[in-house]
Each structure stands twice: as structure tokens, then as C-alpha cells.
């Protein structure tokens, strides 16, 4: 999903960025651009855009975005994206390159990809807390 982002006395109006961004870089853009450190205690999965924005790097310092909703979940790197318990179905994996409206599931075709990324979103699912309520009902 698109956003935007105003700082009439920072940036010029009209431009666009083609960086896959998520809400949780939002956290450490805000607090940098208040002139707030992030406590180094404190952990977080999102990305300072700042220096992006700014135009002093060409992208962010990650190689992955995660995403998990009860037992929907789905992990982009660069162009792939794996979808993963969508809609009752197995994994599903889309090249956002050549197919952005996912209409093509090419995890038969790749199933090294998939594997891989999988193990990706494993390796980041592991490091989660536990739920804060776990007798919560799920959303529908």
C-alpha cells in the first residue's frame, strides 16, 4: 500500500519512491527526524528512511519484510514475495518484478526459492515474543 510523507521544508514536492516500506520504519524515521535516538535497548524490525528520502543511499539496510496475521503470513526480498497459509492454501510465491498484480504462483517452478524463504521467515518467526494474550480469539 502506498503512503506519503510531507516535510515541505525538507523535500520537494512530486517526487516518487519505488522502495518496498512498512509501517514499523515509521518508529525509528519519526524519531531520527525529532532528533531522538532509539534507545539501544530497544529493538525493532523497521528501517530509518531518512537517509533514503534524503537521497544519501539508494535503498534500506535490509534484506527481507515480514509479515504475519494469525496464520497468514508472507516475507519479500527484493522481487519475491512468499505467501504462506493464504486463504486456507499452501505457499504461494509471486516474482513482484514481472507480476505485480500476484496473479502467477510460481512456487512449482521454484521450490528452492520457496524453501528458502521460508527458512527466512522461520529464522525471524523464532526470535517473536510469545503473544501478549494467548487465550485472545483471533480476528476474522
Known amino acids: 500500500m502506498p503512503f506519503l510523507l510531507r516535510w515541505p521544508s525538507r523535500w520537494e514536492g512530486g517526487r516518487v519512491a519505488d522502495l518496498p516500506v512498512i509501517s514499523l520504519d515509521l ?47 508472507a516475507i519479500l526480498m527484493d522481487d519475491w514475495k512468499l505467501v504462506m497459509g493464504h486463504e486456507g492454501q499452501g505457499s504461494q510465491l509471486f516474482d513482484l518484478g514481472a507480476d505485480r498484480s500476484e496473479s502467477n504462483d510460481l512456487a512449482a517452478q521454484k521450490p528452492a526459492k520457496v524453501e528458502m524463504l521460508l527458512q527466512a521467515w522461520k529464522d ?4 517473536l515474543p510469545p503473544p501478549a494474550n494467548p487465550d485472545a480469539p483471533h480476528r476474522k
Open 27 to 73: 518508529y525509528p524515521t519519526f524519531a531520527e527526524a525529532a532528533g531522538l535516538s532509539v534507545p539501544a535497548t530497544t529493538e525493532w524490525d523497521g528501517a530509518n528512511l531518512l537517509p533514503y528520502l534524503d537521497g544519501e543511499a539508494d535503498g534500506l539496510a535490509r534484506d527481507f519484510l515480514y509479515w504475519k496475521e494469525d496464520e497468514r503470513a
Open 124 to 127: 525471524w518467526a523464532e526470535a
